[in-house]
């Protein structure tokens, strides 16, 4: 089992930033892939972004390319999502998640993540 825990989520105007961390606990966390899903009011919950067990390759979706940022601390179990040049259309419920694969291309879909956390809210307005 792995326990994952969100934080840092909030209210910030368009144009700002925030910067999302999700701990780990449970089973050895280096040993995961990580990744960040959100999911709007009414939407489907969908992919953000993944960083592999070392940390060393990320994959992004189109939609957040070039303004959010993953990375992880292994020693403090630990990843993070950074965002930046935040938008009204950003506002969601923030989710990390563990991969149960190291394959990147799998670890786009939610069906592949074996753990999730509880989700902290990120409204952004115009």
């Known amino acids: 089992q792995v326990q994952l825990v969100e934080s840092g989520g909030g209210l910030v105007q368009a144009g700002g930033s925030l910067r999302l961390s999700c701990a780990a606990s449970?089973?050895?966390?280096?040993?995961?892939?990580m990744g960040w899903f959100r999911q709007a009011p009414g939407k489907e919950r969908e992919f953000v972004g993944h960083?592999?067990?070392?940390?060393?390759?990320?994959i992004y979706a189109d939609s957040i390319k070039g303004r959010f940022t993953i990375s992880r601390d292994n020693a403090k179990n630990t990843v993070y999502l950074q965002m930046n040049s935040l938008k009204p259309e950003d506002t969601a419920v923030y989710y990390c998640a563990a991969c149960s694969s190291n394959q990147p291309t799998l670890c786009t879909t939610r069906e592949n993540y074996a753990y999730w956390g509880q989700g902290t809210q990120v409204t952004v307005s115009s």
């Open positions: 449970g089973r050895i966390f280096a040993g995961y892939a």
């Open positions: 960083i592999r067990r070392s940390g060393g390759s990320t």
